[in-house]
Structures are given as structure tokens and as C-alpha cells.
């Protein structure tokens, strides 16, 4: 059982890390990145290498109560509801950093309805001391409320609803049956991804794909539809997960424009013809 009293007072977390070339190439190849020749080769060469926006989410994924026993997590029974990203600098293409992270808030629906746990990580450059990102998320746990009566409220705005109407842009990316098991190297080692047997325990037919790895699709379907494969113009990103998509699986982004520089968009499976991500905000930084 959750102890939500004790979830709400966690302390505020300090992580320090260390990250290389070779993690920025390694997060852009497990994306997707690096098929056009010319365009993307920024994205895996080192003589040229640009980190992409998303990988940021890699810096932040560390979040240590999700494994402390006083806060009755069970890791076997949460879901990834939703992620953001606000990019307030370009992410060096290796360096050192220092993740300052904290519980944003808790919102418990009542009894045999959810909890939902929304938390925030700031990504500070360690030698200047520079706010690189802000990324954040929310975890749910299906029937674990208790509360008489809906107590506390989500941080942050209101997820952007997606228009009716076909998309202003589209691209269509093709998943390699392999993405789960190149995205997991990132640090994510959850077999829910890799193991069928695991999968098949949890309900799906077979190993799906990391939810912040389709994140990471998304982001870079903007970065070639919209950017002209200049990642320093994704400022925010937001998602709301609501399907698994599957390796081998094609992944359409759909976006619509509300603004100039503003978009919402969603992710759907082909195949099956279902929304993966929903509820998606994009929002670019002025061309230079």
C-alpha cells in the first residue's frame, strides 16, 4: 500500500554525473537519428556532434525513492502517465551534471481509483552552474487511492488537447524490432522490454517499447518535420502516454499547428491504428 503522508514529505534529491560522446551517439542511434547521411550525421559524429534535446530525460531518469520500501512503491504495478521537457539550454555533447530532483506533487482519486505522483528534475551544468532542463513526469497506480474524496491537484497546466481534423504535418518512422533492447543500453534495463515471458506476465503479447523511447521519436520527428534538423529550436515537450507501441511497429506523429512556433501533436501505432502518446505540446524556438 502506498503511504502517501510519506511520499508527499520525501526530501528533495542531488544526483551528480558524469556523461560522454559516446552516451549523446548512443541515445541519438536508439531514437532513430542518424539516417539521413548529411542531415543527421551531427546527431553521431563526433567531429560534429550536437546532443538532441531529449536526451535530457536520460540525465534525469534517476529518481531514487522509486526504490525506497518506506513509500510502499511497487514498481511491478505503476504506469508511465506522462512526460515533459523544457529545454533551457543545448546540452553540451558531454559533461558533467548534477540533477536536483523533487516530488511536484500527489493526487489521490478516492478509493479504487488512482494515485497519480508527478515529479520534477532540474539538470544544472555542474562547472557553470547553468539550468540546462527541466524535466518532468508523472507515475500512476491504478486502484491504490484511499482518500474520501479526490485530494491534491496536478502541478503545471492542463494537458493540450489535440484537435479533430487531419494533421498540417505527418511523419512516419519505422521502430527496428531491436529498439527496446538498443534504447535499454541508455540505463533503463526494466526486461518488461526485452523478456517475453515478463511481457506476457504484465498482459502485452510481447516485449514493448520504453515509453520515453517513443518520447524520444517524437522529439526527433519534430526536429526533421519542423526544425530542419536543428534541435537547439525544441524549447518544450509534453506527452501523455496511453498505449505501448511495439518494436517493429511504424510510429506516425501527427502535428497541428495552434501557432506559429506552437504544435499539438499525438503518435500512433499503423498497425493497429491506435494513439500511443496523446495529449502532445510542442512548443519551437524562433528560427536564427
Not at 51 to 61: D, E, G, Q, V, Y
Not at 192 to 200: G, I, S, T
Request: hydrophobic share 40%; glycine share 8%; proline share 6%.
Amino acid at each position: 500500500m502506498l503511504n502517501l503522508e510519506q511520499i508527499r514529505n520525501l526530501p528533495d534529491t542531488e544526483i551528480s554525473l558524469d556523461y560522454t560522446e559516446k552516451d549523446v551517439v548512443l541515445y541519438a542511434l536508439s531514437i532513430g537519428l542518424g539516417h539521413a547521411a548529411n542531415e543527421e550525421l551531427k546527431f553521431v559524429f563526433d567531429e560534429k556532434l550536437v546532443s538532441t534535446p531529449t536526451f535530457a530525460m536520460i540525465l534525469a531518469h534517476h529518481l531514487p525513492w522509486l526504490r525506497q520500501p518506506e513509500t510502499g512503491i511497487d514498481v511491478r504495478k505503476m504506469l508511465h502517465g506522462e512526460s515533459s521537457l523544457v529545454v533551457h539550454h543545448p546540452l553540451p555533447k558531454a559533461g558533467h551534471v548534477t540533477v536536483h530532483g523533487r516530488i511536484a506533487g500527489v493526487v489521490d482519486r478516492g478509493p479504487g481509483k488512482s494515485v497519480s505522483i508527478y515529479f520534477e528534475q532540474r539538470v544544472i551544468e555542474s562547472a557553470t552552474a547553468s539550468h540546462l532542463a527541466t524535466v518532468g513526469g508523472c507515475f500512476v497506480f491504478p486502484g491504490a487511492g484511499v482518500a474520501v474524496g479526490a485530494t491534491g491537484a496536478r502541478p503545471g497546466t492542463t494537458p493540450t488537447k489535440v484537435p479533430d481534423g487531419c494533421a498540417d504535418i505527418e511523419f512516419v518512422d519505422h521502430i527496428p524490432k531491436n529498439a527496446a533492447q538498443l534504447y535499454r543500453l541508455n540505463g533503463d534495463r526494466n526486461t518488461l522490454h526485452v523478456d517475453p515471458e515478463v511481457a506476457r506476465r504484465a498482459g502485452f503479447d510481447r516485449p514493448i517499447l520504453h515509453g520515453l523511447c517513443t518520447f524520444g521519436y517524437a522529439g526527433a520527428a519534430a526536429i526533421r518535420t519542423l526544425c530542419d534538423h536543428d534541435a537547439g529550436r525544441v524549447e518544450k515537450l509534453h506527452v501523455r502516454y496511453s498505449t505501448p507501441i511495439y518494436p517493429g511497429e511504424q510510429l506516425r506523429t501527427e502535428f497541428f499547428r495552434i501557432d506559429t512556433n506552437e504544435y499539438a501533436f499525438r503518435c500512433i501505432a499503423v498497425e493497429r491504428n491506435v494513439t500511443v502518446l496523446e495529449a502532445g505540446h510542442l512548443v519551437l524556438r524562433n528560427e536564427k
